[in-house]
């Protein structure tokens, strides 16, 4: 996960609304399932979708009351807790 892909898929979320980014993880989700992909083509997906999900649930504490950047550091901090153990 990249935190300024993050960050900025927030502020689209923010600006528009978050089905646009739910409709977009549907549709690399079903491109997952093309079997001539490479791995390295899965790769960037899912790469992509981890970015958009992550972006998620930095708007839904942002609507919990969180600052964004409270939001930001605090999603980032568990991921990185999350890959430590």
Do not use: W
Not at 28 to 34: G, M, S
Not at 35 to 41: A, Q, V, W
Not at 58 to 78: D, I
């Amino acid at each position: 996960m990249k935190l300024p892909i993050i960050k900025h898929l927030t502020g689209f979320i923010e600006e528009n609304d978050e089905d646009f980014v739910v409709e977009a993880i549907e549709t690399l989700e079903a491109l997952t399932e093309v079997p001539s992909l490479k791995d390295e083509e899965l790769d960037v997906i899912g790469e992509l979708i981890s970015n958009m999900y992550g972006a998620l649930e930095v708007n839904k504490m942002v609507k919990e009351g969180a600052q964004k950047k409270e939001a930001l550091n605090t999603f980032m901090s568990r991921v990185m807790g999350s890959i430590d153990t």
